[in-house]
């Protein structure tokens, strides 16, 4: 385990609902190639702060990595609500084509 790992699980422990602790050790294990334990802390991140801008590019990719391709969507369509909602230009413009590579679909011209 490395050192940044081990010094974020610490801080997690100090404080369990920490966002962007939780969203550090995901990417770390996801680094790693861990993918479900990066899956594990992005979801619990969802569960404890869905408002978290930067979970849904990350978990959508993740999504896509492991074949998930629904999923993935699903992550992208909510990460653009959540930063539409939090008027989030840049996040949604990132969101909005990431959704846009993976669905090239003409059904969600809205977003």
């Known amino acids: 385990m490395s050192k940044r790992l081990q010094l974020l699980e610490q801080i997690l422990r100090d404080s369990p609902n920490d966002s962007f602790a939780l969203f550090a050790i995901a990417k770390e294990y996801e680094g790693m190639g861990e993918w479900d334990k990066a ?9 404890n702060d869905p408002d978290y801008i930067g979970l849904y590019y990350h978990l959508g990719k993740l999504y896509e990595h492991t074949n998930k391709p629904d999923h993935a969507l ?3 369509r909510t990460g653009i609500e959540v930063a539409r909602k939090a008027g ?3 996040a949604l413009s990132e969101l909005n084509t990431a959704r846009l590579e ?4 003409d059904d969600d011209d809205d977003y």
């Open 74 to 76: 699903e992550a992208y």
């Open 102 to 105: 993976l669905d090239d679909s």
């Open 39 to 47: 899956l594990d802390f992005y979801l619990q991140l969802r569960r």
């Open 88 to 90: 989030d230009m840049h």
